[in-house]
């Protein structure tokens, strides 16, 4: 064999095992990043929320500052497992490639989605990881976001003071902000009050509120639903009991984004309440 014969496989051997080693470093450095920032993964970071009964609407601490919202009415919802935050950017991007938003930013809240968009997003993420997030249901929502069975009866989700849970029109500074840069909720729950509305799975009408009905889709002229205020509304519309109603025809908006949310298996339920009392002993 000729030297110059030599010298190309020579070449071609140490091009290969560089490329190799190459992939190999860029996969840890990747593998790292996911490791050290989880908000950045695919799957979102859920919190169990265990299930009980609940005044929801306008209760007595808003003393009748409600936006859209004027009575009340008693509710109950099973355990379920709600996101820890709003489906990032970078979460999102992970699983549809394509980043929707006004405001970028791998870390801020995910916006400019509708309802359609959301359903290709989750069950995509569905088929990725085996679970079945969906978005969470009013009453599921209203109930993390008052805290669950730990509620102190808050204005805001985890506060009194507006400026230590909301980011709101008169501290956001024209924008969506980094979620979880604000104090949690009494369940560990980041930015229920503010930053972005929120879709929830129910729809509104009159008779589907009027009779309590918590699985609304099968009325005629039900609109969608948002909750929870944004960065763009006063203070008033991030009170926990706001409620935003969405007209189809309107065009995305940057404040509006989504959470997950995630039923549990009866098996998940009796060992979260198991740790849930030995933290009590």
Request: glycine share 8%; with cysteine.
């Amino acid at each position: 064999m000729s030297n110059k014969k030599k010298m190309r496989k020579l070449t071609i051997k140490i091009l290969f095992s560089a490329t190799l080693l190459l992939a190999g470093f860029l996969l840890i450095l990747q593998c790292n990043s996911t490791q050290n920032f989880s908000l950045h993964s695919v799957e979102p970071e859920m919190v169990f929320v265990e299930g009980g009964t609940f005044t929801m609407g306008c209760t007595d601490e808003q003393d009748g500052d409600c936006y859209y919202v004027k009575d009340t009415r008693e509710a109950t919802v099973s355990s379920f497992n709600i996101g820890k935050y709003p489906v990032t950017q970078a979460q999102w991007k992970a699983v549809m490639g394509k980043n929707p938003s006004k405001f970028k930013g791998d870390n801020l809240p995910v916006e400019r989605v509708w309802p359609s968009q959301i359903e290709e997003y989750i069950a995509k993420l569905n088929l990725l990881t085996g679970k079945t997030y969906r978005l969470p249901t009013e009453y599921e929502w209203e109930y993390a976001a008052r805290g669950g069975n730990k509620s102190k009866g808050y204005k805001y989700s985890g506060s009194d003071s507006v400026d230590s849970v909301v980011w709101y029109r008169d501290n956001s500074n024209g924008k969506t902000q980094p979620v979880g840069t604000k104090q949690p909720n009494e369940l560990g729950i980041y930015d229920m009050s503010g930053n972005v509305w929120e879709w929830v799975s129910n729809c509104w009408n009159y008779r589907s509120y009027a009779d309590n009905n918590q699985d609304s889709s099968f009325f005629e002229n039900c609109w969608d639903l948002c909750r929870g205020g944004s960065w763009s509304f006063y203070d008033i519309a991030t009170r926990i009991p706001s409620r935003e109603v969405v007209l189809k025809h309107r065009s995305p908006s940057s404040d509006i984004g989504f959470r997950l949310a995630c039923s549990v298996e009866k098996s998940e339920e009796k060992v979260n309440n198991g740790l849930e009392l030995l933290k009590k002993q």
